[in-house]
């Protein structure tokens, strides 16, 4: 069955240091996102991305945050002067669909671990 | 306030046991779904519920949505060490985000 990928699975950084986290998004799917789940905490909506724009994003999501698709493939989420804060755990996922009457759930990768120093 | 609540926050059984987990929204239920997560892993998609009164199994886990209640639940049937983990509900926001329940740490022991 096609799975979201995500590298690297881990990723220690020095705070203020700039880091790029990549996906591989399920190859039919239209729709791409990004998570952070804090440990020990919920999973927070970080933002979508539909037709090479950002389609919605949270408050989390400001301007130290940037998403990209570089090519066919890869979604990436470049953090730019990382902050301790940023420490977390960072999902991608991707659906064929989007809308509250979408019958297509989100499908998730596995995550990469953000630790900042 | 979270908008979508869920009980109980951890629950320990021993094996083979039935178990239930609540999922409460505070708005409108457009569709609810549910995940698993293994300690520090990715989210497992298990089923999505749409219709009010919807009820979906996958093996020995079934799911009902109660529209008017706001209210899913997700019930184990015998349960295995292997159901182990955390169970996420998650709701569509709009037309892109999703939100997620607090989770429910289950732990299943042999």
């Known amino acids: 069955e096609p799975e979201v990928t995500q590298t690297p699975s881990h990723q220690v950084t020095q705070m203020g240091q700039e880091v790029i986290l990549r996906c591989v998004p399920i190859s039919n799917h239209l729709y791409f996102y990004w998570y952070r789940q804090i440990l020990g905490q919920k999973v927070e909506f970080l933002v979508s991305?539909?037709?090479?724009?950002?389609?919605?994003k949270s408050e989390i999501f400001d301007d130290q945050f940037s998403v990209e698709r570089p090519d066919g493939s890869n979604f990436t989420l470049k953090i730019r002067s990382t902050k301790l804060e940023d420490s977390a755990m960072y999902f991608c996922?991707?659906?064929?669909?989007?809308?509250?009457?979408?019958?297509?759930?989100?499908?998730f990768g596995d995550g990469t671990r953000l630790s900042i120093l | 306030s979270q908008e979508l609540e869920q009980s109980p926050q951890s629950l320990i059984v021993q094996e083979g046991k039935n178990l239930t987990i609540n999922c409460t929204s505070s708005?409108?239920?457009?569709?609810l779904y549910w995940y698993k997560q293994k300690y520090g892993e990715g989210l497992i998609f298990l089923m999505m519920l749409q219709k009010g009164g919807e009820e979906k199994s996958h093996e020995k886990i079934t799911a009902k949505l109660d529209e008017k209640k706001q209210q899913s639940s997700l019930h184990i049937t015998a349960s295995q060490p292997s159901h182990a983990g955390i169970y996420l509900c998650?709701?569509?926001?709009?037309?892109?985000?999703?939100?997620f329940g607090t989770g429910t740490r289950l732990k299943v022991l042999a």
């Open positions: 998650g709701a569509p926001r709009g037309t892109y985000k999703y939100i």
């Open positions: 708005k409108t239920l457009y569709g």
């Open positions: 991305f539909y037709n090479n724009e950002i389609s919605e």
């Open positions: 996922a991707s659906s064929p669909l989007a809308g509250e009457w979408s019958n297509q759930p989100q499908h």
